[in-house]
């Protein structure tokens, strides 16, 4: 199957700052990537998606960058608020096919 | 706008008891359906998928099926829950296979 890993299983930023918070795919096909954010109790939420014949995709403070030559993706947050406090994680599929989930990096926002 | 909806949000139910967990979308028509289950530090596992009504695809061998019975309408059943299928099942839609999945807040299932 797929390997998707995040590289830090927590992260802690103080309010205001920018948070960045990686992910690692091991397929070098996969074409299309999702960031998802799910708080405690909740379902997953769709933050951005990327496909691979883009690097970089800028939402509202959130900018998703992707590097095919080391197989690397990351989630950028701006300005960082105590809204943002969950779980991060990152999906990839490749051709259509099944999407292959993360486990998740926990973001904790300081006030 | 589309919505889904799961139910129930917990569910605490005996070994060798039977489960039916129910998911419907509304605002949209013909969506690709989703059973997955959650494991604490675990990523997402994708149990079954649906292009349609009726069509059922298994990805596991499981203790667990599925059935569309209607376009909007997918269930996750059991005959007989093992103590093993406790977990945080999610189901979600999307549009088609390559389109963003969007879930449903899920159903805490502790099997005692």
């Known amino acids: 199957g797929e390997s998707v890993g995040l590289h830090l299983p927590t992260l802690s930023v103080q309010e205001g700052d920018n948070s960045i918070i990686n992910c690692a795919y091991s397929n070098s096909a996969s074409d299309y990537f999702i960031w998802y954010k799910q708080e405690s109790g909740k379902g997953p939420q769709f933050i951005i998606d990327?496909?691979?014949?883009?690097d970089k995709r800028q939402g509202q403070r959130v900018t998703v960058l992707l590097n095919k030559t080391v197989k690397h993706l990351s989630l950028q947050i701006a300005a960082t608020q105590p809204g943002d406090s969950a779980v991060y994680f990152c999906?990839?599929?490749?051709?259509?096919?099944?999407?292959?989930f993360g486990t998740g990096t926990s973001l904790t926002v300081i006030p | 706008s589309q919505t889904i909806h799961q139910w129930p949000a917990t569910l605490v139910q005996p070994v060798g008891s039977p489960l039916s967990l129910e998911c419907t979308v509304e605002g949209t028509s013909n969506p690709n359906l989703y059973w997955y289950r959650q494991a604490a530090g675990r990523g997402l596992q994708l149990l079954f998928y649906?292009?349609?009504?009726?069509?059922i695809s298994s990805e596991v061998p499981q203790n667990l099926s599925a059935s569309r019975p209607q376009d909007r309408q997918f269930i996750l059943s059991s005959k007989k829950l093992l103590l093993s299928d406790s977990g945080f099942y999610l189901c979600?839609?999307?549009?088609?296979?390559?389109?963003?999945?969007?879930f449903g807040d899920g159903t805490r299932l502790s099997i005692l």
């Open positions: 990327i496909r691979s014949n883009m």
């Open positions: 999906a990839e599929s490749t051709a259509g096919n099944q999407f292959y």
């Open positions: 979600a839609w999307s549009v088609n296979r390559d389109q963003p999945q969007h």
């Open positions: 649906s292009v349609g009504i009726g069509q």
